[in-house]
């Protein structure tokens, strides 16, 4: 089952009966075999309780029976059950470089089906967008599993989000897309759309899945096509009104330079350390560089690029940046994802100029963590709200549904 189902049922009004039944799927969704008898021994709860609680859980689909225990002792039979991950299924659709992809994922977090549609850069404006990803989403729509629930649509993607408004206000990567809203999508899927910014729900699984998630405070960082981070203090992301929270890829960070950045500004960090900028220099020199971040991260070790101008000057410019960051957050640790932190080289000379502009003080208080690229973290961490929000209905025990 994806991790950290607790919590579902967390309002004051529920009852306890509530907090079984949860208590019980989650022990049922996380331990590799289990039956009744021994739910009733870890919790501590009636037998009577748990084969009332057990039963709507396998009435309402989320549970099944699985194969009789082999037991010579004399009694009532032991069977062994199992969750049903493709009871509920959410749509993600995101961002792949300039792909527009969505997935059919279960419970589990397993990926069931998915659709990709290559988008030009230069073309591609909110008509564009708006039809590829209307066609992804439908797409998938056909192939649903018999028997599961669609939970609803979760939309992960780069830039600037309005949540509420559910509109995509600006990406450097979609540069002639401009307060893109979802309700078409809503209307052809007769789903509910949820949209998020990328950084955000990629650090909301990496919290889900770390032991630690609750009590650290975490800045997460991407420093790739662009750059951006996310912040999590005591293990909740934190947002603006307007949905983003640490754009310092758009922070001022040199004067007086005549390139443009892509949000229309001068001397943005993005202009000085960004791929889309770096890219035409790398080109110079080797004109095979891929935009993609992917196969620019293998690009950038096949051919030791970690000496390149372009990017010693980058790295420079983005430590300074990465310094400030931190200094207005403080936090306990800093996630780094992205193509230039994969290199060694290239990392250890990041972690070098940020600590040696840190003052003494603050040198030593936090942590550097390399990160592998989220694609999986950043689907389950968009499928998360959706399905559980699904199943705060579902594990409500039935005299509180109403039965």
Known sequence: MLVAFDGIVENGSIRETDRQKERIFRGIGTAQKTTRKRLAIEYGLRPATITA?????????LVAEGETLNTAAKGRREVFLEPVPGRLITLVVHIVSHNVRG?????????????????????????????????????????????????GIGISVPGIVDPEGRRWVYTSRWPRMAGLTFDDLEVQSGLPVRIERNLNVELRSRLKRRPNGRTVNILF???????????????????????????????????????????????????????????????EDFPDAPADEWAFSRFLKEHDLAKHEAIQDAVSVFAQALRNLNMAFFPDEIILTGPFVQHPEIMSRLEAQFRGRLPAFARDNVSLEVAQPGA?????????????GALQGLLLARETRGY
Not at 137 to 144: E, F, I, N, T, Y
Not at 266 to 277: Q, V
Request: proline share 4%; hydrophobic share 45%.
């Open 221 to 283: 960082v991407h420093w790739g096509y662009g750059i951006g981070s996310a912040y999590a203090h005591d293990g909740r992301v934190l947002s603006s009104g307007l949905g983003s929270l640490g754009e310092f890829g758009h922070w001022t960070v040199v004067e007086n330079r005549s390139r443009i950045c892509i949000c229309g500004q001068k001397g943005c960090l993005e202009t000085e350390a960004a791929l889309w900028a770096l890219l035409p220099q790398i080109r």
């Open 376 to 388: 999986d973290e950043e689907i389950v961490g968009s499928a998360l709200p959706l399905f559980e």
């Open 53 to 61: 609680l057990v039963r709507e859980l396998i009435e309402d689909g």
């Open 103 to 151: 997935v059919l994922v279960d419970l589990t977090g397993d990926v069931l089906a998915e659709e990709t549609r290559l988008l030009n850069p230069e073309v591609a404006d909110n008509r564009v967008l708006s039809n590829a990803m209307q066609e992804v989403a439908l797409a998938l729509l056909d192939k649903l599993p018999p028997g599961a629930e669609m939970t």
